[in-house]
């Protein structure tokens, strides 16, 4: 039996904090195989990622995750044949086309309910960068971002921690949820009309993971220090290893490492997004959990006169984009420029056509006022 935090409202200060229950239930059934990551990725890469559990054959293991990681690269992806062929394209545009040009259709999804904007941040409003944390979000998506909180209640749901993407944002409108979903934070009082008659939000449904996650990041920190170009990034909640910067013929060796720390902790997965691995807890909690939540606490939890929109980019978002299609409700907009599997229903190829959306969709709502 293991513990989870709970939300429980605080009455005297009208702050919603966390504490302690004992809850098995939390954890996925078994606790040794992190499950099988959902995303955006080729059939191909789908398949290489099926043996990437922290147990098994190294040798086989280790070519697996090497090529997951080259697959992983935008750089790749235009290498492979099947990825770049025009009519694979195509194809894959007909099945989630641009958003920007189906625009009034989204649009006419959503008479009569409320928007609702859940946003990731790295890949979607600020571009993926070699160094993570100069990761800055131009000033022209920033107003963007400041003028789409008054028109709809807006989120960032990232990796990141929420001070790491605050200091990068710096708009106090909006609600965070940081490292995938597992710290979440209400908009400042007083700056957004959507808080306005409610309390604060802080949930944290992995806390006692804290003393956890602090231990294994000095350990990874120690472990890469000898990979030229490798960063550990403490998200609070979870840690990112990025390998963006690391040449390619230490990649092998940057895996070993992680995983060789990693394996010694069987309630921590370990995942791979877009060259970087994840260690998160092993719980049953992610974006599309985070969005639910989210939902519920602006008192949409059962309603049918909502309509979430979600862009993000990375594999992680795969767990909101599906969470949407099983609701029945809203839509998810994955942000990539080659076809990738997904529960996504439309695309936009970069940051500027996602500034590009949310422009139009102010617009929108300013005329309809």
Known sequence: MVSQNVVVPDATTGIITVSTVSNSSVFTPSAQKPPTAPG??????KKLLKSLEINGDQSQRLNSWVDSMRASSPTHLKSLPSLSSEEELNSWMKRHPSALDMFERIIEASRGKEIVMFLDYDGTLSPIVADPDRAFISSKMRRTVKKLAKCFPTSIVTGRCIDKVYSFVKLAELYYAGSHGMDIKGPTK????????????LYQPAGDFLPMIDEVFKQLVEKTKSTPGAKVENNKFCLSVHFRCVDEKKWSELALKVRSVVKNYPTLKLSQGRKVFEI???????????LEFLLESLG???SSDVFPIYI??????????KLLQERGQGLGLLVSKFPKDTNASYSLQDPLEVMDFLRRLVEWKQIQQ
């Open 312 to 321: 993000g980019d990375d594999r992680t978002d795969e767990d909101a984009f």
């Open 280 to 290: 998160r807890p092993m719980i049953k909690w992610d974006k599309g959990k985070a």
């Open 40 to 45: 955006h990725i080729s059939i191909t890469k």
């Open 190 to 201: 007083g700056f957004s009309k959507y808080n306005k008659d409610k309390p604060s939000i």
């Open 300 to 302: 949409f939890d059962h």
